[in-house]
Nanobody, 124 residues
């Protein structure tokens, strides 16, 4: 069974970079055709896909966040990371990592395993 666990600071100051790590167990992030995403949910809003990194290392980003989002990975640790720069209080949200199996879509409904989420608050 695949498990994903988000970790990182729960409080970030405005203008700083938000950094989170997703640790994956029960499956390799390099297994062919799987994709690994970051999603967030702000109060009163729905789930927002931020971006993903593929089994190959290729990255994909939401157009609205591309300019300040970076996803990377450490295959030796079976982890992938999220960096969101220049944060504001509007970036306060619960952040999730999730997996997409070999399907021709990265839609949220296609993601089969999710972490439990971690709350990140942006405040001075």
């Amino acid at each position: 069974q695949v498990q994903l666990q988000e970790s990182g600071p729960g409080l970030v100051k405005p203008s700083q970079t938000l950094s989170l790590t997703c640790t994956v167990s029960g499956g390799s992030i390099t297994t062919n055709f799987y994709y690994w995403s970051w999603i967030r949910q702000s109060p009163g809003k729905g789930l927002e896909w931020m971006g993903a990194i593929a089994y190959s290392g290729s990255t994909y980003y939401s157009p609205s966040l591309k300019s300040r989002t970076s996803i990377s990975r450490d295959t030796s640790k079976n982890q992938f990371t999220l960096q969101l720069s220049s944060v504001t209080p509007e970036d306060t949200a619960v952040y999730y990592c999730a997996r997409t199996p070999p399907l021709p879509t990265l839609a949220l409904r296609a993601m089969d395993y999710w972490g439990k989420g971690t709350l990140v608050t942006v405040s001075s």
